[in-house]
Each structure stands twice: as structure tokens, then as C-alpha cells.
């Protein structure tokens, strides 16, 4: 092979690209990681990228089935519960027609047991369609929100905060430190007497880094 004396030139988004993709793999402990892989690379094109096997996918329904209506469906199944049993939100998951893969796999990385924080279920759900923090939390508002004025969709702030440090905490990469002054900063600078916060105020202020 003829050698050159061009440069290597990384892509800035490579790196960040490669450690989401880690981390899916890790949740998803696929049996054939290369097939894996190339399922996940070509949902990364438009932004679903997979969380169950390719031989699993040909027995049941795509996994995209999972969408954002669908937890907005069970989210009012639960209606209004902090705490819902492990059974029970297991035929829920199941009436609505959705992996029971997934599902373990969510209850794996949460740890969950009998009775599982709704919230923070719904979180790891949301991140199987998000991949990012920012777009998960972006999921979970668009579920949680009851404002149908067609506006961004929005919910209370501290409903926004425990959610994210919930987030945070699970994947492991962003600091403590980085998370609380992003919160001190949409709370002082961004959250208004309603105490709302919307999904524009996170996704489109360039002062706000999630991650």
C-alpha cells in the first residue's frame, strides 16, 4: 500500500458517536454484535437506532414499534401513580403490544424490582428511542406534557430536574457538577412564574448543554 503524507483527519462526532454506540450494546448484550451493529448504524440514519437482535426482529414486531404514542398511552394507564408493580406494568407493556425484550432490558438497566418508579421507567423507555439525554428528555416531555395548544410541549420544572439527574446518573458520563449548574441555570435564567419548563427551552437555547 503506497504511503501518504495526508494528514488522518478524525470527524468531531465520531468519538461521541462511538461511545452511544457502546453503551446501547451493553444494554442490548446482542448474541451477534456484528449484525448488531450494522442494524444499529443503519436505525443511527434516522435517529431509531435498534435495542433488540436482528433474529429476534424477524419473530416479533419491529422494535421501532415503540414510539412515543404508544408511552403516552401506557403513561395514562398508569394515572398518576409514583409506583406501579412489576406485573402489572408488564401486562400493560404487553396489551400495548410491545417487546417483552425491551422490556427486561429496561427493568435490567433501571434495576428495578417489584415496584418500579413510573418516572423513571418511562426515562429508560424514552432513552431507547432518544440515544442522546437531550433528545430523551425531549421524548419523556412530549409524553408527559397535557398542554394540547400545540406549543412545545412542556412540564414542571422539577418534574424536568429529577429526570434528568435520574438520566445522568445512568449513563454515566456526565459529572454531577456539569448537571447541577445546568439546572441552576434553566431555574434562574430560564423558568418562569408557572414553573414550566418546555422542550424549546432545552433543545433550542445555546446556553443549555445537557450533556
Known amino acids: 500500500m503506497a504511503h501518504t503524507d495526508k494528514p488522518t483527519c478524525i470527524p468531531p462526532e465520531l468519538p461521541k458517536m462511538l461511545k452511544e454506540f457502546a ?9 451477534d454484535l456484528i449484525q448488531w451493529a450494522a442494524d444499529y448504524f443503519e436505525a443511527l440514519c434516522r435517529e431509531m437506532p435498534p435495542v433488540r437482535e436482528r433474529s429476534e426482529q424477524a419473530a416479533l414486531c419491529n422494535w421501532a414499534e415503540l414510539t412515543p404514542e404508544l408511552l403516552k398511552v401506557l403513561h395514562s394507564q398508569v394515572a398518576g401513580r409514583l409506583i406501579v408493580h412489576a406485573e402489572e406494568l408488564a401486562q400493560m407493556w404487553k396489551v400495548v403490544n410491545l417487546p417483552a425484550d425491551l422490556f427486561n432490558s429496561v427493568m435490567n438497566v433501571g434495576r428495578f424490582t417489584e415496584e418500579i418508579e413510573w418516572l423513571k421507567f418511562l426515562a429508560l423507555a424514552c432513552s431507547a428511542l432518544g440515544v442522546t439525554i437531550t433528545k430523551t428528555l425531549k421524548i419523556v416531555c412530549e409524553v408527559l406534557s397535557c398542554d394540547h395548544n400545540g406549543g412545545s410541549p412542556r412540564i414542571p420544572f422539577s418534574t424536568f430536574q429529577f429526570l434528568y439527574m435520574y ?3 445512568v449513563d454515566g458520563e456526565i459529572s454531577a457538577s456539569h448537571v447541577s449548574r445546568m439546572l441552576n441555570y434553566i431555574e434562574q435564567e430560564v423558568i418562569g412564574p408557572d414553573g414550566l419548563i418546555t422542550v424549546n427551552d432545552f433543545t433550542q437555547n ?6
Open 23 to 31: 453503551k446501547a450494546a451493553i444494554r442490548a448484550q446482542p448474541q
Open 167 to 169: 438520566i445522568a446518573e
Open 206 to 211: 445555546p446556553r443549555v448543554r445537557l450533556e
